[in-house]
């Protein structure tokens, strides 16, 4: 393809793109830029592997340290494994983009999105996620777009559209809206409690917007003779699909009709008759046209079988307004919660349950040396809050290999913790960083929002004193024609075989997280406006089980939690307190057994499991860092003794030097002859020498001085 090169006037900001000069063998590639910051994605497209029934769509997302003009660290100094950050952009590509593809196509598709040149004030992950429909075009691959995304920021009143990195962390939303020209493809918000109304009226306006790049995505196409590919699906045999249609309509009818609530005992239950049919098909003569084709494929069987069950499920909802376990719509299963039930050596712990969904959050709190240090292109170089989710296959009844987070733990754990950020106390206010790890126990659909119910739960049995509990609810869909059902606190079956998990959490104020992910190709803003209010009520329901079992946070941490205390000293006395090559700072925590941790501003942390070990590191702290006076009288202690004179601490980690003729108003023969190493000594401060050296006297110190030396000393 022939250099073309576009500029898209958007909302008083140019985004202009560059195609046919990057990456010439991929199926489509494009550079999209705003600003300073510019991202190449390339879509390619392979044929498809035999036997593959889903389709296999990658999305990567990659960040080289060059586009901010920084060299990697670590021993390596190259990029290795990718940050959190980069595999949630991964992840808000990829959710917008996988439901537009034809639901028959099977082949390969790859779709690589790579920041290389990036500014501090426009964010990439937007620019990749529309650049990825505009890639996925140029490739001319089957696609249901074109798709857009832009980011909502709330700057006082007014919302903006694709806000700085400083507007973002100044207001009150963060919130990325994806559209096709359906409607609303996704969401990803978060938010500092803001009113449903208003989280409603912000992603309007974000879709007015995706509107506008939608356009300008045809128009681009339209120029460059582009036209959107629509091939015809494959033609399928339906002997195979008839024969057992056949054989499972009635009964799974049936087994849908018992409301049963277990899915274990459900899932029983559907697969003696999926087994019964297999049992079938295999006793059939081997020239029978159902068994030639079962053989030629075979998870033919798995497939019918789901959409049966996906469309009598479906109906039933839609006709009946009832659900597979018996709810009503707008129904939440029964929910109980419990405190405090690790031992206490663990910080804080809560149970959440909601029907077979069993989540288990557990609080660490940590000094702030363990904060979370982030190596990406982002503004934020530490993290003080850490919300780490797990789900081991038992919790699904499964066994399968272990293995590091994947993509899907990584986005709940940071869904999770975007819900709770905007309640937890300020740094100055509470200095601890903090650890949530939720463990889920048993999934029977929305452990995320579990997780979030779950960790507040967690963070008030740890004495830590957020502003307000949060918990969350998920909303599910079922759209069939012009007839639309909402269903909440969707559980696993709904979500698999539904429209739509919207998952929505927050306060009894407002809401602080959202995330919408949609299996068809979007949704008009009526029916995103009712899932948001009807989401309301049951995160209300929820959240007043939730302080049945813990009210308010607790007045006092586990025994087992570090102790912190905090002071400012001169930034200019840092480099005093650390040592040369750390020996001084060394010294103090293997004395007190307190660890210390300072900041550039003089913010110095002290911590430790036994309060007295940090009262000491404090003192010495202080007593080093106190700017002293000549003729300061204090209470001190005799270190050492030499030939010309003895040393006394007279402040913790402060020591000065008493001549010998300064030990008393006679002259004194031996040092010896007047102190003695431990020796209790009333000392006042002669002078300070050029060298910071302190020179001390016992002469001249009046009794009501040597008093309140004594009693200052006493209180320290």
């Known amino acids: 393809m022939e250099e073309f090169e576009k500029s898209i006037s958007f909302d008083g900001r140019d985004i202009r793109l560059k195609i046919g000069l990057f990456a010439p063998q991929a199926g489509g590639a494009v550079l999209i830029q705003s600003e300073d910051t510019a991202v190449l994605v390339a879509a390619t497209r392979a044929p498809g592997r035999e036997g593959i029934d889903f389709l296999p769509l990658l999305v990567d997302y990659e960040e080289r340290m060059y586009a901010a003009g920084r060299i990697p660290g670590g021993f390596l100094r190259r990029e290795g494994r990718p940050p959190e950050k980069a595999t949630l952009i991964s992840r808000l590509i990829d959710r917008p983009l996988r439901p537009l593809f034809p639901n028959w196509l099977r082949d390969d598709i790859q779709v690589v999105a790579t920041t290389v040149s990036m500014d501090e004030r426009v964010p990439p992950d937007v620019l990749a996620v529309t650049g990825a429909s505009i890639a996925v075009l140029l490739a001319k691959i089957p696609f249901n777009g074109p798709m857009a995304a832009v980011r909502v920021g709330l700057v006082g009143d007014d919302f903006i559209i694709n806000p700085t990195y400083k507007e973002v962390e100044e207001g009150d ?61 494959p033609v399928v045999d339906m002997t195979l699909e008839n024969f057992i249609r056949e054989r499972a309509t009635d009964p799974v009818k049936e087994i849908l009709g018992r409301f049963e609530k277990d899915k274990n005992v459900r899932d029983a239950a559907l697969d003696q008759v999926k087994e019964a049919i297999a049992t079938e098909i295999a006793e059939l003569p081997e020239e029978d046209p159902v068994k030639v084709a079962a053989l030629a494929n075979e998870k033919a069987l798995d497939n019918v079988f789901k959409d049966v069950t996906k469309k009598l499920m479906r109906r039933q909802v839609i006709e009946d307004n009832v659900r597979v376990d018996g709810r009503k719509l707008d129904e939440v299963r029964p929910i109980s919660c419990r405190v405090g039930v690790l031992p206490r050596r663990v910080h804080g712990s809560g149970l959440f349950n909601r029907g077979q969904t069993q989540v288990l959050s557990v609080v660490t709190l940590g000094t702030p040396g363990e904060a979370q240090e982030l190596d990406d ?32 733990e990584i986005g709940h754990g940071a869904l999770a913790e975007r819900a709770l950020v905007p309640v937890l106390p300020k740094k100055e206010d509470f200095p601890y960083v903090i650890r949530v790890v939720s463990e889920v126990l048993s999934s029977n659909g929305s452990t995320s929002m579990g997780s979030v119910s779950g960790s507040t739960l967690a963070l008030m049995d740890a004495g830590v004193p957020i502003t307000k ?114 020996k001084t700072i060394k010294g103090i925590t293997e004395e007190t057994g307190a660890k210390i941790d300072i900041e550039d501003d003089g913010t110095v942390t002290i911590s430790s499991i036994d309060g007295e ?27 050492r003794i030499i030939p010309i004179g003895a040393f006394v601490e007279f402040l913790p980690g402060k020591e000065g030097m008493i001549h010998i003729s300064q030990l008393a108003d006679y002259r004194v023969g031996k040092v010896e002859d007047e102190v003695s190493v431990g020796d209790e000594v009333i000392v006042k401060v002669r002078e300070i020498d050029s060298r910071g050296r302190i020179n001390l006297t016992r002469l001249g110190i009046h009794p009501d001085e040597a008093a309140a030396a004594r009693q200052a000393a006493a209180v320290n």
Do not use: C
């Not at 059902?485 to 698999?496: M, N, V």
């Open 613 to 639: 070990s940090a009262k000491r590191a404090r003192a010495i702290i202080q007593g080093m860092t106190r700017k002293l006076n000549a003729g300061d009288v204090y209470a001190g202690r005799v270190t």
């Open 469 to 582: 509990p949060v918990s969350g609810a998920a909303m599910g869909l079922i759209k069939e024609g012009d007839e639309v059902r909402i269903l909440t606190d969707i559980q696993g079956i709904e979500d698999f075989l539904g429209d739509m998990d919207f998952k929505v959490a927050g306060t009894d104020t407002g809401i602080t997280a959202l995330q919408l992910d949609m299996k068809i190709n979007g949704l008009p803003m009526e029916i995103i406006a009712q899932a948001i209010n009807q989401a309301k009520p049951a995160r209300l329901h929820i959240l007043s089980k939730m302080l049945e079992a813990i009210s308010k946070p607790r007045s006092e941490m586990s025994p087992y939690a570090p102790r912190l205390l905090t002071i400012k000293i001169d930034p200019e006395m840092i480099g005093m307190i650390i040592g040369p090559g750390g």
């Open 377 to 408: 292109l982002h503004p934020d170089e530490e993290k003080r809050y850490l919300h780490h989710y797990n789900m081991p296959p038992y919790s699904v009844g499964e066994t399968k290999p272990m293995r590091s987070p994947g993509r899907r």
């Open 173 to 233: 939303l963060d919130l990325v809206v994806a559209g096709s020209p359906e409607g609303v493809i996704m969401v990803e918000a978060g938010a500092n409690q803001l009113p449903e109304q208003d989280m409603i009226e912000a992603i309007d306006f974000g879709y007015e917007a995706v509107r506008d790049l939608i356009q300008a995505q045809r128009d681009l196409i339209q120029e460059l003779g582009i036209e959107q590919v629509a091939e015809e699906p």
